[in-house]
């Protein structure tokens, strides 16, 4: 089973960025997504991207503010964050999908079989 491997989690000010990155141990994976986890909330997918043509898709929450990208050579995936507001603190978790990754799906818990242990973010006002 593929190991990812998050950091780049910190703190910032409202308003302000972070970049996550998140290192793949191999390429067997058919999408890479980021979830974030609140204090006392559930776990909800941010951004995917697939590994096959990079496509992405973004919760409303995050769309224009975040961005995921990948670097294929370096088997690794980002998250630019930018205005950053109080709501995005949390963990945020890479996760890998090996199996199929249908769009209707794709930040679902479920589409993913592989997480990291995850990076904290914190955006103090």
């Known amino acids: 089973e593929v190991q990812l491997f998050e950091s780049g989690g910190g703190s910032g000010q409202v308003g302000e960025s972070l970049r996550l990155s998140c290192a793949a141990s191999d390429r067997s994976s058919n999408c890479l997504a980021w979830f974030r986890q609140g204090a006392g909330k559930e776990r909800d997918g941010v951004a995917a991207i697939y590994t096959g043509d990079s496509g992405t898709q973004y919760a409303d929450a995050v769309n224009g503010r975040f961005t995921i990208s990948r670097d294929k050579a370096a088997n690794t995936i980002f998250l630019q964050m930018n205005s950053l507001t109080p709501d995005d603190s949390g963990t945020y978790y890479c996760?890998?999908?090996?199996?199929?990754?249908?769009?209707?799906?794709?930040?679902?818990?479920?589409?993913?079989?592989?997480w990291g242990r995850g990076t904290r973010v914190t955006v103090s006002s």
């Open positions: 996760a890998a999908g090996s199996g199929s990754c249908w769009s209707w799906s794709l930040l679902h818990r479920d589409t993913y079989n592989a």
